[in-house]
């Protein structure tokens, strides 16, 4: 037979689960979304250097050199040095199909590479600047980006716009639930997102005759709010 002690705790147990339950009942949780579109003012453009060679040094030389070209005619434009910046610097060896004489892969050679990337402030150079280092220079392209170079107000109206979504689908569910809405218990952020860099192939900016529209950037804010809720 269950002790009294036991039997008590049995008891307090149920009536804790049971209030847990309840106050998990008498919640409602919503996410919310907002998105803002905003004329962009700053692009950011990631070029690199690759060489190969037979030896690790003639590799490391060819992309040094090449980059510091790139750096030259970088610094024919207006561009702070804070804005340039060098980065990702690799060697590699590059192994060949054909194997020594022990049947172990065979070094062929060697493939240096380094990145730089630039924020350009000024967008009306944007096509000149591309011109200038994949003339002579640059001969990797990564990504594009037309970005802000202040976005937090972007962002904050992004979020009011999120939590207004959220407050709104509260009210749409409560409504159509037949609860009463109560207090705000809970609010947190599930992220604020740009675009990612555009890819761009190296012939289409090696073209700088053509423009690339800068268009419109998108920034997103997500929210999650949770009320709580009683019966009308």
Known sequence: MMGVKALLTLIALLLSTSFAAAQAEGRITVSGEGTVFAVPDMAVISMGARAEAKTAKAAMDQTSEITAAILSQLSGFEIAPRDIQTSDLSLNPVWTNRSDSNGRPRIDGYQASNRVTVRIRDLDAL???LDAVLSDGANRLGGLQFTLS???????DARRLAVADAVAKAN???????VQLGALIGLS???VRMPRPEMMSMERAADARVPVAQGETEVMAGVTLVYEISGE
């Open 189 to 191: 952020e599930t992220g």
């Open 172 to 178: 749409l569910f409560a409504d159509a639930a037949g």
């Open 150 to 156: 202040d976005p937090k107000p972007a962002m904050n």
């Open 127 to 129: 096509g000149p600047v």
